[in-house]
């Protein structure tokens, strides 16, 4: 089986950084890709940002354009979110997703494995 733990998250005042670890275990075969997502109580989970098995193909939602930047180190397949100038909107629960085809996805239905989920708090 694959799991995934995020860590990293916290409590933060709003311009802050904040930085993401999601390390991925067990056994995957063959290319894949892994994500960010992030829910809030009342709301859909909402597509953050995601990277390929190569690294060279992102994608990022509009509201985080050139504050996040999303990574993979394939040699420990650890996945990264660099968070910088937090916004309260930011808040949220934030998790890390992994799927099995190498394709990018913006949707949560595209993944199959989902880590437990790390607590982002910003203040104003």
């Known amino acids: 089986q694959v799991q995934l733990v995020e860590s990293g998250g916290g409590l933060v005042q709003a311009g802050d950084s904040l930085r993401l670890s999601c390390a991925k275990s067990?056994?995957?075969?063959?290319?894949?890709?892994m994500g960010w997502f992030r829910q809030t109580p009342g709301k859909e989970r909402e597509f953050v940002a995601a990277?390929?098995?190569?690294?060279?193909?992102?994608a990022y939602a509009d509201s985080v354009k050139g504050r996040f930047t999303i990574s993979l180190d394939g040699a420990t397949t650890t996945m990264y979110l660099q968070m910088n100038s937090l916004k309260p909107e930011d808040t949220a629960v934030y998790y890390c997703?992994?799927?099995?085809?190498?394709?990018?996805?913006?949707?949560?239905?595209?993944?199959?494995?989902w880590g437990q989920g790390t607590q982002v708090t910003v203040s104003s």
């Open positions: 997703a992994a799927k099995r085809v190498g394709r990018i996805g913006v949707s949560s239905k595209d993944y199959d494995y």
């Open positions: 067990g056994r995957t075969f063959g290319s894949y890709a």
């Open positions: 990277v390929d098995w190569s690294g060279g193909s992102t």
